[in-house]
C-alpha cells in the first residue's frame, strides 16, 4: 500500500533531515557557481544607422525609389546579406575555428547568431554584436554599419540610373509609336485629299456655287431660245418681209418695162414708177441686211446655246463628283477619328514620360549629389567596459533556487524510503492489527536529572 504524507509529516521529515538538504543543496550551489564563475564574458556594442527622407517635397520631384520608412523595415535581410558579413569576417579575420569546420558559410551563421538588428522608429535601426572582446565587438557593428551604408548607396544609386535609363527607353519606343501613327494619318489625308472632314464646308459652299451657274446657264439658254423663237428659222421665203418687198418689186419693175415701152421717159407715170421701184429696192436691200443680221444674230445664239449646255453639263458632273466625295467624308470623318484618338493617347503617355524623364533626371542628379548624407551612422559603436552577458547575479539567484529545491528533493526521497515506524497510526496501519499500549519516548533534563514523558512521536 503506498503511503500519503500530511503537510505536518512533510515538515517533520525535513526538520529530522535538514542536514541531507543542506548538504546536497550547498553541493550544487557551489558547482554551480563553479559553472557560473567560468563562464566567458560577452560584450555587446551598438552602432545606430539613421536614414534621412529625400530632401525634396514629393509634390516638387515625384520619388522614383520606395518610401525610406518602409525600406528600413526590410533593412535586416539586407544586413544579414552573405556578401556583407562574408566581407566583415575576411577583414576581422573573425571565427577561425567555425570557418575551419563550415567554411565561410559557417563563419557567417555565426556571426549572424551574434548579432541583433532592430528597427529604431521609422527611419533608424540599430545594429547591436556580441563578442567576447569588447574592441572586437564594436569594430564589427561599426563595420556593418559601414558596409550597409555603402551598399545601399550602390543600390539606390543603380536603381536610380536604371529608372532613368528604362524611362528613357521607354519614350522612345512611344515617340516611334507616335511617328508612326501620325504618318498613317498623314498617308490616309493624302490618300484622301478632296474628302476629307475639314474640306466639307468649302465643298458644300462649291456646290451651291456650281448650282447658282447652272441656274444662270438654264436662264441665259431659256432667254436664248425666245430669241431664236422670235427670230424665225427661214431667213428666206414668201411669207417673210425679204420675200413680200421682192414679189413687190418685181410687180413694180414689170409695170415700169411696160410704162416705158408705152410712154416717153418724161412721163409722170414713168418716172413715178421709177420712183416707186427705187423704193422698194432700198427697202428690199434694208430687209436683205436685217435677214442677214438676223440669220447672225442666230448662228451666234445657237453657239452660245451649245456652249451654255456644255457648261451645264460639266457643271452637273462636278456636282456629282462633290456629291461622291462630300459621300465618303462621314466615313473617312470616322476612320481620322479613330487614328486621331490612337495618336491622342499616344501623345499624353508621351507627355507623361517626358516629365517622368524629367524627374527622374532630376532625381538622378540629386542621387548623386546628396546620397551621401542620405544615409549616417547617429551612434558609432563604443568599446564596453562591461559585459552584457552572463548575468551572473541573476545565474546565482537561479542555481540557488534549484539546489534548495534538489535539497528538499533529497531530504524528500530519504524519508519516503525509510521504512520505520514513528507513530500508532503507522504501527496499526502496517500489522493490521490493535494497538494494545504503546511506549511514550522519555527525554532526561541535564540540569535536573527529572525524566519527562512525551508522547509517542508522530
Known amino acids: ?43 555587446s556594442a551598438r552602432a545606430l544607422v539613421m536614414v534621412e527622407p529625400l530632401h ?7 520619388p522614383v525609389l520606395a518610401p525610406l520608412e518602409d525600406r528600413v523595415k526590410s533593412v535586416r535581410a539586407q544586413v544579414y546579406a552573405r556578401g556583407t558579413l562574408s566581407v566583415i569576417v575576411d577583414e576581422l579575420k573573425l571565427y577561425p575555428r567555425e570557418r575551419a569546420k563550415g567554411g565561410m558559410d559557417g563563419a557567417v551563421e555565426a556571426l549572424r547568431n551574434d548579432m541583433e538588428v532592430r528597427p529604431e522608429g521609422d527611419t533608424a535601426f ?8 569588447p574592441a572586437q565587438a564594436a569594430d564589427i557593428a561599426n563595420r556593418i554599419a559601414e558596409l550597409f551604408i555603402e551598399g545601399n548607396l550602390q543600390v539606390r544609386a543603380g536603381q536610380v540610373a536604371r529608372t532613368r535609363d528604362t524611362i528613357s527607353a521607354k519614350l522612345a519606343e512611344m515617340r516611334a509609336q ?25 465643298m458644300m459652299r462649291e456646290r451651291d456655287q456650281l448650282s447658282k451657274q447652272i441656274e444662270q446657264e438654264s436662264g441665259f439658254m431659256s432667254d436664248a431660245q425666245r430669241r431664236l423663237d422670235l427670230i424665225g428659222t427661214l431667213p428666206y421665203g414668201k411669207d417673210t418681209e425679204v420675200g413680200r418687198l421682192e414679189d413687190e418689186e418685181g410687180g413694180v419693175k414689170a409695170r415700169y418695162a411696160a410704162a416705158a415701152a408705152q410712154l416717153k421717159a418724161d412721163h409722170p407715170d414713168v418716172q413715178q414708177l ?5 423704193d422698194v429696192h432700198a427697202r428690199l436691200q434694208a430687209a436683205r441686211s436685217h435677214a442677214a443680221a438676223n440669220t447672225l444674230e442666230q448662228t451666234r445664239i445657237g453657239k452660245a446655246v451649245d456652249r ?7 457643271l452637273n458632273r462636278r456636282i456629282a463628283t462633290l456629291d461622291a466625295k462630300m459621300a465618303l467624308v462621314p466615313g473617312n470623318a470616322a476612320k481620322l477619328s479613330e487614328l486621331g484618338s490612337q495618336t491622342d493617347v499616344l501623345k499624353a503617355k508621351v507627355q507623361q514620360l517626358v516629365s517622368k524623364k524629367a524627374e527622374a533626371e532630376l532625381a538622378y542628379d540629386l542621387e548623386r549629389k546628396d546620397a551621401t548624407s542620405e544615409f549616417r551612422v547617429l551612434e558609432s559603436a563604443a568599446m564596453p567596459t562591461l559585459p552584457g552577458s552572463p548575468n551572473r547575479p541573476q545565474f546565482l ?21 525509510d521504512r520505520t515506524l514513528r507513530s500508532e497510526a503507522e504501527a496499526g496501519a502496517a500489522v493490521a492489527l490493535p494497538i494494545l499500549a504503546s511506549i511514550p519516548r522519555i527525554l532526561e533534563t541535564r540540569a535536573s536529572g527529572a525524566v519527562l514523558a512525551l508522547p509517542p512521536a508522530r
Not at 540599430?126 to 572582446?133: G, N
Not at 451654255?308 to 460639266?314: A, E, L, M, P, V
Open 1 to 43: 500500500m503506498e503511503r500519503t504524507y500530511t503537510f505536518d509529516e512533510l515538515l517533520g521529515s525535513l526538520r529530522r533531515r535538514w542536514k541531507r538538504a543542506a548538504i546536497v543543496a550547498g553541493v550544487v550551489f557551489a558547482l554551480a557557481a563553479l559553472v557560473i564563475s567560468r563562464l566567458p564574458n560577452q560584450y
Open 56 to 62: 525634396p517635397h514629393p509634390d516638387l520631384v515625384t
Open 126 to 133: 540599430a545594429i547591436t554584436v556580441k563578442s567576447k572582446e
Open 178 to 202: 507616335l511617328a508612326t501613327g501620325e504618318q498613317k494619318i498623314a498617308e490616309f489625308k493624302n490618300g484622301q485629299k478632296g474628302a476629307l472632314p475639314e474640306l466639307l464646308e468649302s
Open 274 to 278: 421709177q420712183r416707186e421701184a427705187a
Open 308 to 314: 451654255s449646255r456644255k457648261n451645264i453639263d460639266t
Open 397 to 417: 539567484l537561479l542555481a540557488f533556487l534549484a539546489a534548495l529545491g534538489l535539497g528538499i528533493a533529497a531530504a524528500a526521497a530519504s524519508e519516503m524510503s
